[in-house]
T-cell receptor, first 115, second 114 residues
Framework: AQSVTQLGSHVSVSEGALVLLRCNYS??????LFWYVQYPNQGLQLLLK??????LVKGINGFEAEFKKSETSFHLTKPSAHMSDAAEYFC?????????????FGSGTRLQVQP | SAVISQKPSRDICQRGTSLTIQCQVD?????MFWYRQQPGQSLTLIAT?????????ESGFVIDKFPISRPNLTFSTLTVSNMSPEDSSIYLC???????????FGPGTRLTVL
């Protein structure tokens, strides 16, 4: 079965600093990987996705993530944090080849951005 | 991307009652999913709902507690039955499809059970 581990339930950065949110996955077959963002009292918004094409994936709001098969990782980065980036971030995996098309989510990382 | 709406957006209910949550999509989709997000936690899949077939429930979720209807390709309902305070959560529907299996989420229904 597939799983996702997000290291760090809370991450705090200064405005303008690098954002790094960690995600490691476990899957017996090539996975699809996603990052979603949830702003307070809102639903989930897709940031970016990896679906076996380019390993470096660019998403919205300046975020990007790199799929590293050797490290089973899909870390999310942004060069310069903005106050509006403060939110909860979820990494998720699906393995359509197994017939399981639903998403398995990590536990989430709450990003705080300090002025 | 699909546009998804949910009703109600929030509700406060009494213990022992039931609430039906509606999910409407602006396009026809094969697969719909229902997730639960308990306070301060991640999302957990409740069930997968395909039109014309019985919903498939995940371990720990049963049809008697969470009956689901999927009458057509744009609509689904989730009922939370015989509620207790432990059912207080955000319930989200999502739709998936296409080659990349991207899932799009509704805004969620915030349920509080007293």
């Amino acid at each position: 079965a597939q799983s996702v581990t997000q290291l760090g339930s809370h991450v705090s950065v200064s405005e303008g600093a690098l954002v790094l949110l960690r995600c490691n996955y476990s899957s017996s077959v090539p996975p699809y990987l996603f990052w979603y963002v949830q702003y307070p009292n809102q639903g989930l918004q897709l940031l970016l996705k990896y679906t076996s094409a380019a390993t470096l994936v660019k998403g919205i709001n300046g975020f990007e993530a790199e799929f590293k098969k050797s490290e089973t990782s899909f870390h999310l980065t942004k060069p310069s944090a903005h106050m509006s980036d403060a939110a909860e971030y979820f990494c998720a995996v699906s393995v359509p080849r197994t017939g399981r098309r639903a998403l398995t989510f990590g536990s989430g990382t709450r990003l705080q951005v300090q002025p | 991307s699909a546009v998804i709406s949910q009703k109600p957006s929030r509700d406060i209910c009494q213990r022992g009652t039931s609430l039906t949550i509606q999910c409407q999509v602006d396009s026809q989709v094969t697969m719909m999913f229902w997730y639960r997000q308990q306070p301060g936690q991640s999302l957990t899949l409740i069930a997968t709902a395909n039109q014309g077939s019985e919903a498939t429930y995940e371990s720990g979720f049963v049809i008697d507690k969470f009956p689901i209807s999927r009458p057509n390709l744009t609509f689904s309902t989730l009922t939370v039955s015989n509620m207790s305070p432990e059912d207080s959560s955000i319930y989200l529907c999502s739709v998936g499809g296409g080659f990349t299996d991207t899932q799009y989420f509704g805004p969620g229904t915030r349920l509080t059970v007293l």
